[in-house]
Structure formats: C-alpha cells, structure tokens
C-alpha cells in the first residue's frame, strides 16, 4: 500500500503549517504521515499527566493504520483518499449530557461541509443518526467521538475531554461501495457537481469542521443543548421515515423517526408512542414493508 500522499493532500508538514495558521484557537497542531489511530493518540495524551495542557488540539495523518469508527468497527483508509483528523476539546458538562456530544459533532461538522458547496446542493448533504453524514443516501463521512476524564488537569467534576475523530472520503468510493456492500460517496462526487465545492481544498476542509466543532462546544458548555433538536432537524435525513434500529444485529424498535430530543437521542414513534433510542445502528425500510 502506498503511503504518499495524492497530489489533491498536501504534504504532512504543508498542512499542518496551514491548519496552524487557519486554527489561532488551537493550542496544538500535528499532521502526521501516519498513525495507528488520531483519536487513541489524542485519548491518551489527555489522559497523561505530561505535555501540554492548553486545548484544544488536532492531530491529523494521511494514513490511520488502525482507524477506528463507532461500535469498535475499522475505518478502511488509503493515504490521500481519504481526510482523517481528531480533535480534543476541553467539555463542562454533567455525565449524563455526554452522549449528546455525539449527534452534536456530526451535525456541526455537516453544517461546515453544507457552507462550502452551492446553495442549490446544500440539502444533499444530510445527517444520519447519530452522526454519519451523508451525500445523498450514500455515506460520506463518518464520526467517533470518545470522552475521558481530564487526567491531573481536571479543573471541576464536571470536566472531561471530548476527543472527536473524523474521516471523510475523498476519493475511491466505488471500491469502498464493493467491498464494504453498501453505498458510498465521496468528495469527489461532490466536485463533479459543483464548481464551488471544486475550489475547496483540504485545509477549508478541516479547518472549517474543527472551528464549528469549537463553537458549537462553547455554546453547549455555556447554554446547553436547547436548541438541539431544531438546529438537527435542518439536515436530518431519517425524519418522518419508516426505520429499524438494531443493536449488535438485533431488532429493538421498529418505527417512524421524528427527530431528536435535547439529549440527542433519536426519537422514534411506534403504536405506543414515542421512544428516545440512545444506541443503535438505524436502516430504512420501504413503507408498508415489516420490521
């Protein structure tokens, strides 16, 4: 497998040069050739009493040897097709809030992504519960957040640090479809359609994503996630369809998704109501069809 870079990545040192000058909230800034896994390395530098304190920070790489996505599943990557980064983020926020973090990541991220395509475009790109992000019904991005305790640096009880990792296809999608059996997109495809998103490089890219991520964690740390479920319901692509939700393979709901609640958690309405889903892998059936 090759590890240099496609001539659409910069150099390593090249990007991490301009995401340092992009990202002046950033504290710490490493772009990396290659690594096992960006969010294992930023989970234990937090956990670490060593190094530096300030956050937040990004570490990103061409090539995660050992990616990981959410339910412990692999990322499949290839240096240069595919834009993989993490960030850690300073969170003061009650325990039972924590998992809200995740719905919330994948939507800010969206939100970056939609301002740097055409407005004619913007509503292809949508959000599949809790954070995958989609282009059309094929997945373009995935994330993993994880979060942990603030190590000796904790500064109250309610401090932790949000690692949020991410990867996005840049190219190979039609090889990824085959081998993973499913649809999906990438950035590429996007391009072909749109002259704006064709002027976009990786670090808009990034920098855009890793800012909104910033903000919208200062925002819920200072308010709280009132405004959760309306701010989601603008690029949610599951409302009003008819889903299961499985958890390691196993039917456990079967219904109409109508959004999500504060908590982030999907709302699912069934013959007895509507039920919050806090864990699960969601699939779309065809209406009329049974679970």
Request: glycine share 8%; with cysteine; charged share 20%.
């Amino acid at each position: 497998m090759s590890t240099l870079p496609s001539p659409s990545m910069p150099a390593p040192g090249q990007l991490q040069a301009a995401l340092t000058h992009a990202l002046p909230n950033f504290h710490q800034i490493d772009w990396v050739q290659s690594t096992l896994s960006t969010n294992a390395d930023l989970m234990a530098r937090a956990r670490s009493s060593d190094g530096p304190l300030a956050r937040p920070w990004l570490l990103g790489a061409h090539l995660q040897e050992r990616g990981r996505g959410r339910a412990g599943r692999s990322w499949q990557n290839r240096a240069g097709a595919n834009l993989m980064f993490s960030c850690a983020f300073d969170v003061f926020l009650p325990s039972q809030r924590l998992p809200a973090l995740s719905p919330l990541a994948g939507l800010a991220a969206c939100e970056a992504l939609r301002r740097l395509i055409q407005p004619t475009l913007r509503n292809q790109l949508s959000m599949k519960w809790p954070n995958d992000i989609q282009w059309g019904l094929a997945k373009l991005a995935g994330i993993l957040v994880e979060v942990t305790r603030a190590g000796t640096s904790r500064l109250s009880a309610d401090h932790y640090v949000a690692v949020i990792g991410m990867g996005i296809n840049l190219n190979d999608a039609r090889a990824l479809s085959q081998s993973l059996d499913r649809q999906v997109a990438d950035w590429s495809e996007i391009t072909r359609e749109d002259a704006h998103a064709a002027a976009v490089d990786a670090v808009d890219i990034v920098a855009g994503i890793a800012n909104a991520w910033y903000t919208s964690l200062n925002d819920v740390t200072a308010r709280g996630f009132a405004g959760l479920p309306e701010r989601y319901a603008e690029v949610d692509i599951l409302a009003g369809q008819h889903i299961n939700v499985l958890d390691e393979g196993r039917l456990t709901h079967a219904g109409i998704a109508c959004g999500v609640n504060d908590l982030g958690q999907l709302l699912v309405r069934t013959h007895t109501g509507e039920t919050p889903i806090s864990v699960g892998d969601i699939s779309v059936r065809a209406q009329g069809a049974r679970p």
